[in-house]
């Protein structure tokens, strides 16, 4: 069974950092695909960033230039480095890990808050 456990959330004030980690356990095949999504209160899950198997990325535009996703294929693990963190990116952050074995399979981790006072 698959679990993602995630860690590193918290509240900072703004223009402080965060790094977001996400560790996979239970996975028999291989990753191919990780990402961080975030969901604010009232809105829909957006993607944040997401990063392949071979280590290309991905960011949403009003994340380009202040976070960094990274991966540690050895541990299943994702990071996200969230730097010059601003109010508006409160939100409850997810992790997704697409596992393939014999087809692709997506879990999402459990969430952890990130709070940001201005």
């Known amino acids: 069974q698959v679990q993602l456990v995630e860690s590193g959330g918290g509240l900072v004030q703004a223009g402080g950092s965060l790094r977001l980690s996400c560790a996979a356990s239970?996975?028999?095949?291989?990753?191919?695909?990780m990402g961080w999504y975030r969901q604010a209160p009232g809105k829909q899950r957006e993607l944040v960033a997401t990063?392949?198997?071979?280590?290309?990325?991905n960011y949403a535009d009003s994340v380009k230039g202040r976070f960094t996703i990274s991966r540690d294929n050895a541990k299943n693990t994702v990071y996200l480095q969230m730097n010059s963190l601003k109010p508006e990116d409160t939100a409850a952050y997810y992790c997704?890990?697409?596992?393939?074995?014999?087809?692709?399979?997506?879990?999402w981790g459990q969430g952890t808050q990130v709070t940001v006072s201005s």
């Open positions: 239970g996975i028999i095949g291989s990753i191919n695909n």
């Open positions: 997704k890990v697409q596992e393939v074995h014999f087809g692709e399979y997506d879990y």
């Open positions: 990063i392949g198997s071979g280590g290309s990325t």
